[in-house]
Protein backbone atom coordinates (compact mmCIF):
# COMPACT_ATOMS: atom_id res chain seq x y z
CA UNK A 1 0.00 0.00 0.00
CA UNK A 2 1.01 3.64 -1.32
CA UNK A 3 3.16 5.09 2.10
CA UNK A 4 0.80 8.16 1.82
CA UNK A 5 -2.72 6.34 1.70
CA UNK A 6 -1.44 4.73 5.18
CA UNK A 7 -0.93 7.71 6.77
CA UNK A 8 -4.17 8.99 5.78
CA UNK A 9 -5.98 6.11 6.62
CA UNK A 10 -4.36 5.95 10.37
CA UNK A 11 -5.24 9.63 10.37
CA UNK A 12 -9.23 9.01 9.37
CA UNK A 13 -9.59 6.19 11.79
CA UNK A 14 -8.07 8.54 14.36
CA UNK A 15 -10.97 11.18 13.61
CA UNK A 16 -13.54 8.41 13.36
CA UNK A 17 -12.48 7.08 17.07
CA UNK A 18 -11.85 10.38 18.92
CA UNK A 19 -12.62 12.99 17.04
CA UNK A 20 -9.19 14.48 17.50
CA UNK A 21 -6.17 15.29 15.36
CA UNK A 22 -3.00 16.81 16.17
CA UNK A 23 -0.32 15.70 18.89
CA UNK A 24 1.11 18.55 21.05
CA UNK A 25 4.82 17.79 20.88
CA UNK A 26 4.45 19.56 24.51
CA UNK A 27 2.12 19.55 27.38
CA UNK A 28 -0.82 22.16 26.96
CA UNK A 29 -2.14 24.53 29.14
CA UNK A 30 -5.31 23.82 31.30
CA UNK A 31 -7.72 25.06 28.37
CA UNK A 32 -5.44 24.51 25.60
CA UNK A 33 -6.28 28.54 24.96
CA UNK A 34 -4.00 31.69 24.97
CA UNK A 35 -6.45 32.61 28.20
CA UNK A 36 -4.01 30.29 29.71
CA UNK A 37 -1.18 33.21 30.06
CA UNK A 38 -3.15 34.87 33.24
CA UNK A 39 -5.36 37.67 32.80
CA UNK A 40 -5.29 37.76 29.04
CA UNK A 41 -8.73 37.91 27.83
CA UNK A 42 -10.60 37.63 24.77
CA UNK A 43 -13.90 39.20 23.52
CA UNK A 44 -15.87 38.53 20.68
CA UNK A 45 -19.01 40.66 18.35
CA UNK A 46 -19.98 38.74 15.64
CA UNK A 47 -22.60 39.62 12.43
CA UNK A 48 -24.05 36.94 10.75
CA UNK A 49 -26.73 38.58 8.48
CA UNK A 50 -26.95 37.47 4.96
CA UNK A 51 -24.41 38.67 2.98
CA UNK A 52 -22.97 40.42 6.02
CA UNK A 53 -20.42 37.92 7.58
CA UNK A 54 -17.78 39.81 9.41
CA UNK A 55 -17.04 40.61 13.08
CA UNK A 56 -14.45 42.06 15.32
CA UNK A 57 -12.11 39.79 17.87
CA UNK A 58 -10.35 42.06 20.58
CA UNK A 59 -7.41 40.10 22.73
CA UNK A 60 -6.90 42.14 26.13
CA UNK A 61 -4.05 41.69 27.93
CA UNK A 62 -3.86 42.39 32.10
CA UNK A 63 -3.88 45.90 33.65
CA UNK A 64 -6.30 48.87 33.16
CA UNK A 65 -4.31 51.49 31.42
CA UNK A 66 -1.57 50.03 29.04
CA UNK A 67 -1.37 53.15 27.64
CA UNK A 68 0.22 54.05 31.39
CA UNK A 69 1.50 50.54 32.26
CA UNK A 70 2.70 49.11 28.32
CA UNK A 71 3.65 45.69 28.12
CA UNK A 72 6.59 44.54 26.13
CA UNK A 73 6.13 43.70 22.86
CA UNK A 74 7.20 42.50 18.94
CA UNK A 75 5.97 41.67 15.76
CA UNK A 76 7.35 39.57 12.95
CA UNK A 77 6.06 40.45 9.56
CA UNK A 78 6.70 36.94 7.30
CA UNK A 79 4.70 38.23 4.44
CA UNK A 80 3.53 42.26 4.17
CA UNK A 81 0.31 42.21 1.85
CA UNK A 82 -1.53 43.77 4.81
CA UNK A 83 -2.61 46.31 6.32
CA UNK A 84 -2.24 46.76 9.98
CA UNK A 85 -1.59 49.72 12.37
CA UNK A 86 0.41 50.25 15.32
CA UNK A 87 3.15 48.02 14.10
CA UNK A 88 5.84 50.97 13.20
CA UNK A 89 5.91 52.33 16.69
CA UNK A 90 5.67 48.50 18.22
CA UNK A 91 9.04 47.63 16.33
CA UNK A 92 10.59 51.36 17.49
CA UNK A 93 9.58 51.93 21.19
CA UNK A 94 8.97 47.60 22.01
CA UNK A 95 5.66 48.47 23.73
CA UNK A 96 1.97 47.65 23.56
CA UNK A 97 -0.33 50.19 24.92
CA UNK A 98 -3.56 49.39 23.78
CA UNK A 99 -5.73 45.92 23.57
CA UNK A 100 -5.54 44.20 20.12
CA UNK A 101 -8.53 44.34 17.77
CA UNK A 102 -8.98 41.94 14.53
CA UNK A 103 -11.53 42.19 11.84
CA UNK A 104 -11.50 42.61 8.01
CA UNK A 105 -9.00 44.94 6.29
CA UNK A 106 -11.34 47.68 5.60
CA UNK A 107 -12.32 48.11 9.10
CA UNK A 108 -8.92 49.07 10.02
CA UNK A 109 -9.74 52.65 10.64
CA UNK A 110 -12.59 51.72 12.91
CA UNK A 111 -10.77 49.62 14.66
CA UNK A 112 -8.35 52.79 15.09
CA UNK A 113 -10.54 54.89 16.01
CA UNK A 114 -12.20 52.44 19.00
CA UNK A 115 -9.16 52.35 20.40
CA UNK A 116 -8.24 55.42 20.62
CA UNK A 117 -11.74 56.62 22.31
CA UNK A 118 -11.22 53.65 24.59
CA UNK A 119 -7.64 54.98 25.49
CA UNK A 120 -8.96 58.61 25.88
CA UNK A 121 -11.49 57.50 28.33
CA UNK A 122 -8.56 55.89 30.52
CA UNK A 123 -6.32 59.05 29.96
CA UNK A 124 -8.69 62.04 30.18
CA UNK A 125 -5.21 64.62 28.71
CA UNK A 126 -4.43 62.33 26.06
CA UNK A 127 -3.02 64.14 23.12
CA UNK A 128 -3.03 67.05 25.06
CA UNK A 129 -0.52 67.77 28.02
CA UNK A 130 -0.07 63.84 27.14
CA UNK A 131 1.32 61.81 24.06
CA UNK A 132 -1.06 60.45 22.01
CA UNK A 133 -1.31 56.34 21.96
CA UNK A 134 -0.33 53.93 19.55
CA UNK A 135 -3.66 51.77 18.49
CA UNK A 136 -2.71 48.25 17.50
CA UNK A 137 -5.25 46.73 14.99
CA UNK A 138 -4.78 44.25 12.41
CA UNK A 139 -7.08 42.21 9.66
CA UNK A 140 -7.16 39.50 7.15
CA UNK A 141 -9.53 40.06 4.07
CA UNK A 142 -12.75 38.24 4.13
CA UNK A 143 -14.43 39.79 1.36
CA UNK A 144 -15.21 36.00 -0.18
CA UNK A 145 -17.86 35.48 2.10
CA UNK A 146 -18.70 39.19 3.39
CA UNK A 147 -19.46 41.82 1.36
CA UNK A 148 -16.65 44.23 2.51
CA UNK A 149 -17.61 47.38 0.76
CA UNK A 150 -20.59 47.49 3.01
CA UNK A 151 -18.25 48.69 5.80
CA UNK A 152 -20.48 46.97 8.63
CA UNK A 153 -18.15 47.18 11.25
CA UNK A 154 -19.07 50.14 13.65
CA UNK A 155 -17.32 51.54 16.57
CA UNK A 156 -19.84 49.98 18.34
CA UNK A 157 -19.40 46.46 17.22
CA UNK A 158 -15.54 46.63 18.31
CA UNK A 159 -16.49 48.16 21.76
CA UNK A 160 -18.71 45.47 22.12
CA UNK A 161 -15.69 42.66 21.45
CA UNK A 162 -14.10 45.03 23.55
CA UNK A 163 -16.76 44.52 26.45
CA UNK A 164 -17.23 41.28 26.14
CA UNK A 165 -13.85 39.74 26.93
CA UNK A 166 -13.49 37.04 28.87
CA UNK A 167 -10.88 33.70 29.74
CA UNK A 168 -13.89 31.41 28.42
CA UNK A 169 -14.56 32.19 24.99
CA UNK A 170 -15.67 30.48 21.49
CA UNK A 171 -13.35 29.72 18.52
CA UNK A 172 -14.16 29.13 14.72
CA UNK A 173 -16.28 31.36 12.68
CA UNK A 174 -16.99 34.16 15.39
CA UNK A 175 -15.75 37.31 15.66
CA UNK A 176 -13.58 38.48 12.87
CA UNK A 177 -13.08 34.89 11.83
CA UNK A 178 -16.59 35.28 10.81
CA UNK A 179 -15.83 35.46 7.10
CA UNK A 180 -12.81 33.63 6.72
CA UNK A 181 -11.33 31.23 4.60
CA UNK A 182 -8.71 28.48 5.24
CA UNK A 183 -7.11 25.92 2.61
CA UNK A 184 -10.90 26.91 0.90
CA UNK A 185 -12.38 25.56 4.00
CA UNK A 186 -14.25 27.44 6.52
CA UNK A 187 -10.93 28.98 8.97
CA UNK A 188 -11.25 31.96 11.65
CA UNK A 189 -10.33 32.03 15.22
CA UNK A 190 -8.69 28.99 17.11
CA UNK A 191 -6.47 29.22 20.07
CA UNK A 192 -3.48 26.75 21.82
CA UNK A 193 -1.34 27.06 24.86
CA UNK A 194 1.75 25.47 26.00
CA UNK A 195 3.77 25.03 29.55
CA UNK A 196 7.26 26.24 29.63
CA UNK A 197 8.53 24.17 32.86
CA UNK A 198 12.04 25.45 32.81
CA UNK A 199 11.07 29.06 32.64
CA UNK A 200 7.96 28.24 34.79
CA UNK A 201 6.10 30.31 32.33
CA UNK A 202 3.32 29.47 29.94
CA UNK A 203 2.70 30.09 25.51
CA UNK A 204 -0.57 31.50 24.40
CA UNK A 205 -1.33 31.53 20.98
CA UNK A 206 -4.37 33.12 18.91
CA UNK A 207 -4.93 32.85 15.35
CA UNK A 208 -6.89 34.43 12.28
CA UNK A 209 -6.65 31.98 9.83
CA UNK A 210 -7.34 32.91 6.45
CA UNK A 211 -4.69 31.12 3.76
CA UNK A 212 -3.31 28.43 2.34
CA UNK A 213 -4.17 26.26 -1.65
CA UNK A 214 -6.15 23.04 -0.19
CA UNK A 215 -3.70 20.57 -2.32
CA UNK A 216 -1.29 21.90 0.43
CA UNK A 217 -3.22 21.16 3.22
CA UNK A 218 -1.13 18.99 5.85
CA UNK A 219 -2.51 17.78 9.31
CA UNK A 220 -0.05 15.71 11.42
CA UNK A 221 1.95 15.47 8.76
CA UNK A 222 0.18 13.83 6.31
CA UNK A 223 -0.91 15.64 2.99
CA UNK A 224 -4.38 15.38 3.49
CA UNK A 225 -5.82 17.96 0.69
CA UNK A 226 -5.18 16.44 -2.16
CA UNK A 227 -7.75 13.44 -0.30
CA UNK A 228 -10.42 16.22 0.22
CA UNK A 229 -10.27 17.64 -3.18
CA UNK A 230 -12.13 15.30 -4.86
CA UNK A 231 -14.86 15.13 -2.51
CA UNK A 232 -15.39 19.17 -3.56
CA UNK A 233 -15.55 19.50 -6.81
CA UNK A 234 -17.91 22.73 -6.49
CA UNK A 235 -15.38 24.14 -4.22
CA UNK A 236 -13.73 27.52 -5.61
CA UNK A 237 -10.24 27.43 -4.79
CA UNK A 238 -8.38 29.54 -2.11
CA UNK A 239 -4.30 30.23 -3.39
CA UNK A 240 -1.85 31.15 -0.38
CA UNK A 241 -2.89 34.64 -0.74
CA UNK A 242 -4.75 35.07 1.74
CA UNK A 243 -3.49 35.94 5.21
CA UNK A 244 -3.36 34.98 9.13
CA UNK A 245 -2.55 36.90 11.94
CA UNK A 246 -1.12 34.96 15.19
CA UNK A 247 -1.05 36.43 18.82
CA UNK A 248 1.09 35.58 20.95
CA UNK A 249 0.68 35.91 24.75
CA UNK A 250 3.32 34.54 27.98
CA UNK A 251 3.81 35.27 30.96
CA UNK A 252 7.99 34.87 30.83
CA UNK A 253 9.85 38.03 31.63
CA UNK A 254 10.85 38.43 27.60
CA UNK A 255 11.97 42.19 26.34
CA UNK A 256 10.71 43.09 22.64
CA UNK A 257 14.02 42.02 21.65
CA UNK A 258 13.79 38.27 22.67
CA UNK A 259 9.57 38.14 21.77
CA UNK A 260 10.40 39.36 18.03
CA UNK A 261 12.58 36.15 18.59
CA UNK A 262 9.56 33.93 19.91
CA UNK A 263 7.02 35.58 16.75
CA UNK A 264 9.10 34.57 14.04
CA UNK A 265 9.23 30.85 15.19
CA UNK A 266 5.59 30.89 14.28
CA UNK A 267 6.52 30.57 10.63
CA UNK A 268 7.46 26.94 11.42
CA UNK A 269 4.16 26.12 12.52
CA UNK A 270 2.57 27.33 9.62
CA UNK A 271 5.30 25.70 6.98
CA UNK A 272 4.16 22.77 8.72
CA UNK A 273 0.23 22.63 7.71
CA UNK A 274 1.68 23.65 4.04
CA UNK A 275 1.66 27.31 3.75
CA UNK A 276 4.17 28.94 2.04
CA UNK A 277 3.10 32.83 2.56
CA UNK A 278 1.89 33.24 -1.24
CA UNK A 279 2.95 36.49 -3.05
CA UNK A 280 -0.72 38.03 -2.01
CA UNK A 281 -0.88 36.70 2.03
CA UNK A 282 -0.53 39.32 4.71
CA UNK A 283 1.32 36.79 7.58
CA UNK A 284 1.91 38.74 10.60
CA UNK A 285 2.51 37.44 14.08
CA UNK A 286 2.55 39.87 17.29
CA UNK A 287 3.78 38.72 20.48
CA UNK A 288 3.83 40.25 24.01
CA UNK A 289 4.84 39.34 27.99
CA UNK A 290 2.42 39.98 30.49
CA UNK A 291 4.81 41.38 32.90
CA UNK A 292 5.67 45.09 32.04
CA UNK A 293 9.17 44.83 33.79
CA UNK A 294 11.28 42.33 31.58
CA UNK A 295 13.82 40.47 33.30
CA UNK A 296 15.33 38.99 30.01
CA UNK A 297 16.52 35.12 30.71
CA UNK A 298 19.78 34.21 28.81
CA UNK A 299 18.67 33.38 24.79
CA UNK A 300 19.52 30.14 25.35
CA UNK A 301 17.30 29.66 28.21
CA UNK A 302 14.67 30.30 25.37
CA UNK A 303 15.00 27.19 23.28
CA UNK A 304 11.39 25.57 24.77
CA UNK A 305 9.36 28.93 24.72
CA UNK A 306 10.23 28.81 20.45
CA UNK A 307 9.97 25.07 19.93
CA UNK A 308 6.33 25.57 21.96
CA UNK A 309 5.60 28.92 19.52
CA UNK A 310 5.85 27.01 16.14
CA UNK A 311 3.97 24.04 18.15
CA UNK A 312 1.04 25.83 19.37
CA UNK A 313 1.05 27.93 16.42
CA UNK A 314 0.57 24.57 14.35
CA UNK A 315 -2.31 23.98 16.51
CA UNK A 316 -4.04 27.04 16.77
CA UNK A 317 -4.95 26.99 12.86
CA UNK A 318 -6.00 23.33 13.54
CA UNK A 319 -8.64 24.43 16.41
CA UNK A 320 -9.58 27.23 13.83
CA UNK A 321 -10.59 24.18 11.38
CA UNK A 322 -12.15 21.84 14.08
CA UNK A 323 -14.10 24.84 15.16
CA UNK A 324 -15.39 26.40 12.36
CA UNK A 325 -19.09 26.09 11.15
CA UNK A 326 -19.57 26.25 7.43
CA UNK A 327 -20.80 29.55 6.48
CA UNK A 328 -22.88 31.08 3.19
CA UNK A 329 -22.09 35.01 2.60
CA UNK A 330 -22.02 37.05 -0.17
CA UNK A 331 -23.41 36.44 -3.65
CA UNK A 332 -23.96 32.81 -2.34
CA UNK A 333 -20.48 31.84 -2.12
CA UNK A 334 -19.69 28.94 0.82
CA UNK A 335 -17.22 27.24 2.69
CA UNK A 336 -17.57 23.79 4.40
CA UNK A 337 -16.52 23.03 7.66
CA UNK A 338 -13.38 20.52 7.99
CA UNK A 339 -15.07 18.45 10.18
CA UNK A 340 -18.16 17.79 8.08
CA UNK A 341 -15.36 17.07 5.08
CA UNK A 342 -13.52 14.09 7.53
CA UNK A 343 -16.58 12.95 8.54
CA UNK A 344 -17.43 11.82 4.90
CA UNK A 345 -13.62 10.77 4.72
CA UNK A 346 -13.95 8.29 7.30
CA UNK A 347 -16.78 6.54 6.82
Same mark, same amino acid.
Given at each position: $?????????????????????????????????? *???????????????????????????????????????????????????????????????????????????????????????????????????????????????????????????????????????????????????????????? *???????????????????????????????????? $???????????????????????????????????????????????? #?????? #???????? *???????????????????????????????????????????????????????????
Amino acid at each position: $MDFQQMQRDLLLQRWRETRQLGQPRSACGPTNLI *SDVSGVRVGHATLDAGEIQTGVTAIVPPGDNLFQQPLPCAAAVFNGFAKPVGLVQVEELGVLQTPILLSNTLAIGTLFTTLVRDAISRNPELGRSLPTVNPVALECNDGWLNDIQALAVTEALAQQALNAAQTDFARGSVGAGRGMSCFSLKGGIG *SASRLIPALDATLGVLVLANFGALTALTLDGVRLGE $MIEPLLPELTPQRDAGSIIIIMATDAPLDARQLKRVAKRAGAGLGRLG #SYWGHG #SGDIALAF *STLAQPQPPQDAALEPLLAAAADATEHAVLDALLAATAVTGFRGHHRPALTDVLDRLSQ
